[in-house]
Each structure stands twice: as C-alpha cells, then as structure tokens.
C-alpha cells in the first residue's frame, strides 16, 4: 500500500509513511471490509460514512506537517484511523464525531491498539471545533462544509495549517495558515469526501 499508493504519488514525509507503514489500517474497518483493507480506496464503515482513501490520509497527514509533540485537531473521526496516524506521528489529538455509534467504536478500537493516552475523541459538531484545547499546531477535517468554519481558523496557533476539503459539488483540498497578520490559502486537489453535516449546513 505504501510504495505503490502513496510514495509512488509524491508523499516523502518519513514520519508519514512510516505511520501508514504500522498502523494497522485492517483494524479499523468493519470485519466484512477487512479483506479490502490496505486497496487503493475508501470503504464503508457502516452509518453512511467512509474511512478515507489511504493516500488521501498520508497526503492531508503530510500537509499538516505534523512534528512530536504537537497539538492536533481532527474534525470527523468516524473509523478513528485518521487520528491514530497522527498520533503514531507525535501528536496529541483531540478528535470529535457527530455520530456517536462511530465515536464510539473509534474509542474502543483506538484503546486496544494503545493509542487512548494520545488521542481523545469526543462526540459532537466539530464546526466550533474543541476551544479548551485550543489553539492547535494543526487541524485536519475529513468531512467537506461548503465554506470554511470560521471558528476552526480561529483555533490555529500563529504557524498553524488548517487541512480541509471545501465545497459541495466540487470540492477542494485547501490548506490555510495562520500568519501573524492574518490566513495563507492554497488549493491543493480536487477531493471527494462526505459532506459535513451540523451548523455546516444550516
Ligand atoms: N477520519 C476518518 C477516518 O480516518 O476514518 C474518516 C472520516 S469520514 C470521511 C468523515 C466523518 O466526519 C464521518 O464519520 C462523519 O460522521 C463525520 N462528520 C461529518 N460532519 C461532522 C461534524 N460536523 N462534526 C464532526 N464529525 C462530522
């Protein structure tokens, strides 16, 4: 999965490829996905929801340039994998789920592997994002709103990335950083994720 899929694309983060490397990614899909579990694609993991493309994981994990010891804000838990890479790459991360079944099932996996003392999930709308934890090195979203939520910007340390898709037909992979005098914005790939559902869509 990890020369043909994602280093052969362009990700050289050694701290990246090294967590797509040991990070069990079988373990965080449904039993019946197993068997598909390390494909070039995202899979269901029940409640209408997916656990993203492996290579879009390693290329968001990658764009938020993620070092030990930072603090990390993961919007869209859903299977807990997401978050266990960015553990695996030194942070500590704070991660909300609007669906709690799913917040749920990403604890419990997130415990028996080891990770419950480096990642926290919590359910919840993750538009306001978690402001006790604030501000954040990074924050990567893994569920598209139609425009940017303004308080997640506001939770950027100075240096910090935002990594989120946008849009609603078509969407973006942006990556804002916060500046000392205001937010950079690049466009990265045209992306498809699962709309982000909450205040994001009222
Ligand atoms: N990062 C996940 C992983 O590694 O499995 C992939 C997540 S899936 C593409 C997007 C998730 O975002 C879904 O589980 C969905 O329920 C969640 N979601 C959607 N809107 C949300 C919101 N407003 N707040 C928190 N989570 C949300």
Do not use: C, N
Request: glycine share 8%.
């Amino acid at each position: 999965m990890v020369s043909t899929q994602i280093e052969a694309r362009g990700v050289a983060d050694a701290r990246v490829l090294r967590a797509m490397r040991e990070v069990p990614r079988d373990r965080f899909v449904p039993e019946a996905q197993r068997a598909y579990a390390y494909e070039d694609r995202p899979l269901s993991i029940g409640h209408g929801q997916t656990i993203s493309q492996p290579y879009i994981v390693a290329r968001m994990s990658e764009l938020a340039r993620v070092k030990p010891g930072d603090v990390v804000l993961e919007v869209g838990t859903g299977s807990g994998y997401q978050a266990a890479v960015l553990a695996h790459m030194g942070a500590k991360v704070f991660s909300i789920e609007i669906i709690e079944p799913l917040a749920d099932r990403a604890k419990a996996i997130l415990s028996e592997l080891g990770y419950a003392e480096r990642v926290r999930v919590r359910h919840g709308d993750g538009y306001a994002g978690w402001p006790e934890h604030a501000p954040f090195d990074a924050i990567v979203v893994t569920a598209a709103p139609p425009k940017i939520p303004e308080p997640l910007k506001q939770q950027l340390k100075v240096g910090g990335r935002l990594v989120i898709p946008v849009g609603k037909h078509f969407q973006s992979l942006l990556t804002v950083t916060r500046t000392k005098d205001g937010f950079r914005e690049e466009s990265v790939i045209p992306v498809r994720f699962v709309p982000m559902t909450g205040k994001a869509q009222e």
